[in-house]
Structure formats: structure tokens, C-alpha cells
Antibody, heavy 122, light 108 residues
Framework: QVQLQESGPRLVKPSETLSLTCTVSGASINSYYWSWIRQPPGKGLEWIGYKYYSGSTNYNPSLNSRVTISVDKSKSQFSLKLSSVTAADTAIYYC????????????????WGQGTLVTVSS | EIVLTQSPGTLSLSPGERATLSCWPSQSVSSSYLAWFQQKPGQAPRLLIYGASTRATGIPDRFSGSGSGTDFTLTISRLEPEDFAVYYCQQYGSSPWTFGQGTKVEIK
């Protein structure tokens, strides 16, 4: 059974860096893409970006200069760093697995963590 | 960036009724790379449909997706009590991946 669990500080000060880690169990971190998606309270979903286990990345240009996603294969974890945060970055942050079908080109965001609310406030 | 517009914003129906949700991309979505998710309060989204019409693993066949280009539809043939939730479409045909604003299916 695939499970993803977010962890990290729930409160971050403005201008600081938000750091979250997602621990993966029940699946190998190899052979998949790993993604972060966020949802401001009461609002819709925003894709942050993904990283392939072996290196390639794709970030949302709206956040590009502030985002870094990394993968630690030895720990079965992947991480999000978002720098220079403001109140607008307050959201529920979800980590997710992306399953890429090489035959069809489909990407399936098929497993999600439960989400963690991160508040940006002084 | 492809903007996805979902309609209606809210759909008020009774259990057993048919639900039809629309998703209109601002540009054609290549290769029908469009997915649908269901989200219940306090939960993460759940993948229902990908590739516009392929049901994800374990999804009941009362859920079906159709469409291409700039017009996609999610149909729930007969609403069950557990289907009342918010539904999002998402395109992954071009970067950045984007989501619609959601359609809430509520009990009438």
C-alpha cells in the first residue's frame, strides 16, 4: 500500500524559506516522478512542480525562481524548499506521486499525502 | 499557461440523479491529457479519470470522462451519497500543469 506523509514546520516567518519533506512507503522512489501541489484554505489547487527520481525537474514558472524539489533515494524521501515566502504562500501543501505511462505519455497523479497546512506569519 | 474553466460552479442534485460537469480549456489540450479529481472536505484529492476517459484503478464505472481539445466532460451516471464532493479537472498536456477552479456537487 503506497503511502506518502508530509512533515516540516507548520509556521514560517515572512521572507524565510518553507521546507517540507515527504516520506514514501510501499513503493520504490525509483521510476516515478514526485510532485508538490498546494491549496490555499478554501481555494483551488496549484501545481508547484515535479522531479523525476533520476534528476529532471519541471517547476511552475509562477514560483520557478523560489522553488527547489529534491529527491533522497537513500531515505525514500523528497523535499520542497520555497524561499522568500509571503502570506500568499499560506496553503495546504500536498506531496504526490506521479506515474508516467511511457506508452501513452499520460502522467497520473495517483497517490497523495494527507496534506499539511503551512502558515506564513510573523 | 492553459486556463481551465469549470461549469457549473455548484451543482445541486439528489442521490440517483445524473451529474454532468464541464471543463473548458483556454487552449486545446494536446493528446487529451486531461484528468479529473474528486476532493472531499479535509481530504486530499483522489484521481478519478486520466487521459480524458480512462478510469483510475478502483474507480466505479458510474464515473466516465469524455471530450477532447477544448471541451471535456465528467459524468456521474447515478449519484451515490459518497459522490457529493468538489471535482477538479487538470491538464498535463503543457507546462505548467493547471487545475480548474472546481465544481461542487451538493445534495439538493
Amino acid at each position: 500500500q503506497v503511502q506518502l506523509q508530509e512533515s516540516g514546520p507548520r509556521l514560517v516567518k515572512p521572507s524565510e524559506t518553507l521546507s517540507l519533506t515527504c516520506t514514501v512507503s510501499g513503493a520504490s522512489i525509483n521510476s516515478y516522478y514526485w510532485s508538490w501541489i498546494r491549496q490555499p484554505p478554501g481555494k483551488g489547487l496549484e501545481w508547484i512542480g515535479y522531479k523525476y527520481y533520476s534528476g529532471s525537474t519541471n517547476y511552475n514558472p509562477s514560483l520557478n525562481s523560489r522553488v527547489t524539489i529534491s529527491v533522497d533515494k537513500s531515505k525514500s524521501q523528497f523535499s520542497l524548499k520555497l524561499s522568500s515566502v509571503t502570506a500568499a504562500d499560506t496553503a495546504i501543501y500536498y506531496c504526490a506521486r506521479v506515474n508516467y505511462d511511457i506508452l501513452t505519455g499520460d502522467y497520473q497523479i495517483d497517490y497523495w499525502g494527507q496534506g499539511t497546512l503551512v502558515t506564513v506569519s510573523s | 499557461e492553459i486556463v481551465l474553466t469549470q461549469s457549473p460552479g455548484t451543482l445541486s442534485l439528489s442521490p440517483g440523479e445524473r451529474a454532468t460537469l464541464s471543463c473548458w480549456p483556454s487552449q486545446s489540450v494536446s493528446s487529451s491529457y486531461l484528468a479529473w479529481f474528486q476532493q472531499k472536505p479535509g481530504q486530499a484529492p483522489r484521481l478519478l479519470i486520466y487521459g480524458a476517459s480512462t478510469r483510475a484503478t478502483g474507480i466505479p464505472d458510474r464515473f466516465s470522462g469524455s471530450g477532447s481539445g477544448t471541451d471535456f466532460t465528467l459524468t456521474i451516471s447515478r449519484l451515490e451519497p459518497e459522490d457529493f464532493a468538489v471535482y477538479y479537472c487538470q491538464q498535463y498536456g503543457s507546462s505548467p500543469w493547471t487545475f480548474g477552479q472546481g465544481t461542487k456537487v451538493e445534495i439538493k
